[in-house]
């Protein structure tokens, strides 16, 4: 009986201590939230994408309340909700340019091997070795280390072969860009021309490693009416702030290597 | 002595008797939060953290509430109770003080209520009839214990990720079978349990 009795009153009184040094804690410790980060995080897709640059769409809710940074960041979000995320803030949302990600290099597997590759398939691992088994140092390595990081399937590889993105797909995240160890993929806005080859050799060193590459004859940058394209330590860039769509330097390349991202894309990348 | 036997406790519980490896406790956390090293850390520095203050508390639960009335029964539940609240207590104390320690813990501070690790070092310690300072060095040894052991799980997870493994044995099965091998390797310590 004494057993029984002590054993109750020491439980109960466990728990009681317990639940009065909560309640006490819970009002000592209170830290004020923001109600606005969480209607905002509902607003989120809550995909954690990190297209926006932070690691959760929690992350991104705080710092946009604490106004760090713009709504339009999402590049998930449609367009209403972004504006109702500028509306709970009392700021205006500009729709941002779509943007996608594009694989610059356009020979991929048309490059000359400069050894027989029989590792581990993958390009994390290939680039370890003289930066792969071609020539162009440029070159993609056609794994499809990228296409694997791909959360919306926006990426695929056929065998061994340049990845064939789906603009339609891709948000932009920026997840295969970071994996990418040429840093080869870059996150363009679509409707835009860009140069889908990153050699920084130039004429004859091109034309030896690759048939298709780039050789740097800048008929792009002398073509441009708006003197948007610009030669920059050995690669072409394009301001895309001064660009007009005029799409001049596509037509211009005698080798068809610019081309007007768009959310239609027919060809595919060469496979080996 | 005296160190030489906490110096003993600490090895003992570190490596020996490593809580993963060896006893077995902790597992579900062990296999879930693995899978990048810098979680691992994470995970590793807040269990090291709740256990040791655990041992702690439960200690003096022990020796004067428990041990005086007999009552060496209710050990499991109460040591559950004093976790759980003791947990929910520093959670709220950081974020109120240490919002950067809450950004780093982040979640795995809640998660580490119910691990059956600091359960199990609590209980432990009470069976052995450790003093207060034994305790803690058990705790201490204990939790970095357990960071070892997840640590070298995250990193071989994140050599795993190049690696051809068949499709039957992809995720899972093939972490089982590492974690196997990992104790079997841990077991080899055995022998050097000085008692």
């Known amino acids: 009986?004494?057993?029984?009795?002590?054993?109750?009153?020491?439980?109960?009184?466990?728990?009681?201590?317990?639940?009065?040094?909560?309640?006490?804690?819970?009002?000592?410790?209170?830290?004020?939230?923001?109600?606005?980060?969480?209607?905002?995080?509902?607003?989120?897709?809550?995909?954690?994408?990190?297209?926006?640059?932070?690691?959760?769409?929690?992350?991104?809710?705080?710092?946009?309340?604490?106004?760090?940074?713009?709504?339009?960041?999402?590049?998930?979000?449609?367009?209403?909700?972004?504006?109702?995320?500028?509306?709970?803030?009392?700021?205006?949302?500009?729709?941002?340019?779509?943007?996608?990600?594009?694989?610059?290099?356009?020979?991929?597997?048309?490059?000359?091997?400069?050894?027989?590759?029989?590792?581990?398939?993958?390009?994390?691992?290939?680039?370890?070795?003289?930066?792969?088994?071609?020539?162009?140092?440029?070159?993609?390595?056609?794994?499809?280390?990228?296409?694997?990081?791909?959360?919306?399937?926006?990426?695929y590889n056929k065998g061994r072969s340049i990845p064939f993105i789906d603009a339609d797909k891709c948000t932009g995240c920026g997840a295969c860009a970071a994996v990418c160890p040429k840093d080869l993929i870059k996150i363009l806005p679509v409707g835009f021309p860009y140069v889908v080859c990153s050699t920084k050799e130039r004429g004859k060193a091109v034309s030896k490693e690759c048939p298709i590459g780039c050789i740097h004859c800048l008929k792009c940058v002398k073509g441009c009416p708006e003197g948007a394209i610009k030669e920059i330590g050995g690669i072409i860039k394009i301001e895309y702030s001064k660009c007009i769509q005029c799409y001049k330097c596509v037509e211009e390349c005698p080798r068809k290597i610019l081309k007007v991202l768009s959310t239609v894309r027919q060809e595919e990348g060469a496979t080996a | 002595m005296e160190k030489a036997n906490l110096l003993a406790i600490f090895i003992a519980v570190m490596i020996t008797n490593n809580v993963i490896l060896s006893q077995f406790l902790g597992l579900c956390a062990y296999f879930g939060v693995s899978d990048s090293l810098r979680s691992a850390f994470s995970m590793g520095i807040t269990v090291t953290f709740v256990i040791v203050i655990a041992s702690a508390v439960s200690w003096f639960l022990d020796y004067y509430l428990l041990i005086p009335y007999h009552m060496e029964f209710l050990k499991t539940i109460v040591f559950i109770l004093v976790i759980a609240t003791l947990v929910q207590l520093i959670e709220m104390f950081i974020a109120k003080n240490i919002p950067l320690l809450q950004r780093m813990l982040g979640i795995y501070l809640p998660l580490v209520t119910t691990n059956c690790a600091v359960l199990g070092i609590t209980l432990v310690n009470s069976n052995e009839g450790f003093n207060f300072i034994e305790s803690l060095v058990n705790g201490l040894g204990a939790g970095l214990g357990y960071m070892l052991a997840i640590c070298l799980m995250a990193g071989i997870r994140g050599r795993l990720m190049f690696a051809k493994v068949p499709r039957a044995m992809q995720g899972m099965p093939i972490n089982f079978l590492i974690g196997a091998m990992m104790a079997l390797a841990f077991f080899g310590f055995q022998g050097f349990l000085i008692k």
Not at chain 1, 21 to 49: Q, S
Not at chain 1, 88 to 105: D, N, P, T
Not at chain 1, 140 to 145: A, P, R, V
């Open chain 1, 1 to 155: 009986m004494w057993t029984v009795l002590v054993g109750t009153l020491i439980l109960c009184g466990c728990g009681i201590v317990a639940g009065v040094t909560l309640v006490g804690a819970a009002r000592v410790f209170a830290v004020k939230t923001d109600e606005r980060v969480e209607t905002i995080e509902a607003l989120l897709p809550g995909a954690n994408c990190g297209g926006c640059g932070n690691p959760s769409c929690y992350n991104y809710a705080v710092k946009l309340v604490s106004g760090e940074v713009e709504p339009n960041r999402c590049v998930l979000s449609k367009q209403e909700s972004l504006q109702a995320i500028g509306d709970i803030l009392g700021i205006k949302v500009e729709a941002a340019l779509r943007r996608a990600a594009s694989v610059c290099c356009l020979g991929g597997m048309v490059a000359a091997k400069q050894y027989e590759y029989a590792g581990m398939p993958s390009c994390r691992v290939a680039v370890l070795y003289t930066l792969g088994d071609r020539q162009c140092q440029w070159s993609c390595l056609g794994f499809g280390d990228c296409s694997k990081m791909c959360k919306f399937d926006a990426i």
